[in-house]
């Protein structure tokens, strides 16, 4: 048997379409339980979880919590952090949203801090490494999505990318011109690792209140996209397969 905490929580998001999509692809492996929570408060089950699996928007733990997380990895877990998990986000006077370094440790094990995105538009993601589980038969493929920009804060393996010039106007980090944006990378520590998959924003009607109490175009983002679907397939058979799965030669 293999255990997965899931954490689902947070901002902005549709949380609840996002927590069950992701408890229905658990569901396809008889093998796994699944433990859920909807904050960092009592993170007990990662003391026998072999996959802690995020998927959060402005929620960051405590550095009591930090070090646990970071000893799971340490012993060997495996974590799948998904979209928004390394976002913070503060509403400034004149309209912007910063996104600050307010938790230096979380972003530290994360290995990235979300920095801004342009408006929700088509991008390319290119392969970067073509040898790693997560990629192997893979092609270049488009989406719809939050690009998310990121800056490291730790050493990373950079597995999938694509690249941005331009402006983001709803962020105070608005200028970019990066030719490789991590899409999925691989940050390791210790036995263990973070995977890293910035797609899958999904909003609803009602997840920007009391910013904007109703949203006419609900929003999926790369759930809309097979691709998407089986990224996070593997990275659940990542988190819960041998010890080398996600380390191939």
């Known amino acids: 048997m293999k ?11 549709d949380i609840d379409f996002a927590r069950l999509e992701l408890l229905k692809l658990l569901a396809e492996d008889a093998a796994i339980r699944t433990s859920v929570a909807a904050d960092y408060a009592s993170l007990a089950p990662l003391e ?5 699996i995020t998927y959060t928007c402005d929620l960051a733990p405590t550095p009591d919590q930090v070090a646990a997380l970071t000893a799971f990895v340490d012993r060997g877990g ?3 952090a998904l979209h928004g ?15 600050p370094d307010e938790a230096p440790g979380f972003m530290a094990l994360l290995g990235t801090r979300f920095a801004a995105h ?9 392969i970067t490494r073509d040898d790693h589980v997560m990629t192997r038969g893979l092609r270049a493929f488009n989406t719809i999505d939050e690009l998310y920009l990121v800056r490291p804060t730790a050493p990373i393996d950079v597995l999938m990318h694509t690249s941005f010039t331009g402006h983001c106007p709803e962020f105070a980090d608005a200028d970019w011109d990066e030719a490789e944006v991590p899409v999925l990378y691989e940050h390791r520590l210790g036995q263990g690792a973070v995977l890293y998959l910035t797609l899958g924003h999904c909003r609803g009607h009602y997840d920007l209140a009391p910013i ?3 949203n006419p175009h ?7 996209y097979p691709i998407f679907y089986e990224l996070l397939r593997r990275g659940i058979a990542w988190g819960t397969g041998n010890e ?4 191939p030669a």
Do not use: C, M, Q
């Not at 342009?118 to 290119?126: A, L, S």
């Not at 080398?244 to 380390?247: D, K, V």
């Open 3 to 13: 255990h997965v905490h899931l954490v689902a929580a947070g901002k902005y998001h």
């Open 48 to 52: 026998t979880a072999d996959l802690l």
């Open 78 to 80: 495996r974590w799948l």
């Open 85 to 99: 998990t390394n976002s913070l986000l503060r509403f400034l006077e004149n309209g912007k949203v910063d996104t």
């Open 118 to 126: 342009p408006p929700i538009g088509p991008y390319k993601v290119h």
């Open 212 to 214: 904007r109490i109703f």
């Open 218 to 224: 609900p929003e999926r983002g790369s759930w809309n």
């Open 244 to 247: 080398s799965a996600g380390h």
